[in-house]
């Protein structure tokens, strides 16, 4: 008897650990469907990093999601100064310049893929590499920007902006703090970012919006 207490023991405690994976491994339906109705409006464009999308409004605002959920909208305030250089074959690589730094982005070896993105890899002046984005234009828009029959992306200031915002990660940590305070009162935070004139070096003020 004590055997079979045992037995029934066990695979009680099993059950439940097969259980628990089961629900850890399973999207947040709502957050998944709050992240397929924003990329089902209107856009500028989709940019993936990693786990981060953003999605170019055409407010102007960038909305930022992590996997499934909603991190937050943002915007600069300042207007990003750029010089973009391309070369001769796309594949080799398009160079987007700061020109008040030198500081730059280097996109390259672009893949156009079927379900519509581009992939490519970047290259920042800071020695950053980043492996295998994925971009797609405004669902507005055609098909991808060409260079010689090779696929590449659209350089325009919201794409440099979701950029340095993902390379500002360590600086952004000041906002997060206000960013719970909105989160824990259930409001919608906007943030407005202003940039030095570097674009790797610094957020020098983030001023949080928190509504309904």
Not at 34 to 49: F, H, P, R, S, T
Not at 127 to 136: A, D
Not at 181 to 210: H, M, Y
């Amino acid at each position: 008897m004590k055997k079979i207490t045992q037995s029934l023991l066990s695979i009680l405690v099993l059950s439940v650990i097969l259980h628990s994976c089961s629900t850890d491994s399973e999207e947040n339906p709502a957050a998944n469907q709050e992240l397929e109705k924003e990329l089902a409006l209107e856009n500028d464009g989709v940019l993936k990093i990693q786990s981060a999308t953003y999605i170019f409004k055409n407010t102007g605002e960038t909305a930022k999601f992590i996997s499934q959920d909603r991190d937050f909208n943002f915007k600069f305030v300042n207007e990003l100064s750029f010089e973009a250089s391309q070369n001769k074959h796309a594949v080799e690589g398009l160079k987007i310049t700061n020109p008040e730094t030198d500081e730059y982005l280097i996109f390259l070896h672009f893949e156009e893929l079927k379900n519509g993105f581009v992939k490519f890899d970047a290259e920042l002046s800071t020695g950053e590499v980043l492996r295998s984005l994925m971009y797609k234009p405004g669902n507005a828009n055609g098909s991808p920007n060409k260079w010689h029959d090779e696929p590449a992306i659209g350089v325009t200031p919201p794409v440099i902006g979701a950029m340095i915002e993902y390379s500002q990660q360590e600086q952004l940590k000041n906002c997060r703090a206000a960013l719970q305070v909105c989160a824990n009162t259930n409001g919608f935070p906007t943030v407005a970012l202003t940039n030095g004139k570097g674009w790797f070096t610094s957020i020098e003020s983030c001023a949080i919006d928190c509504h309904d």
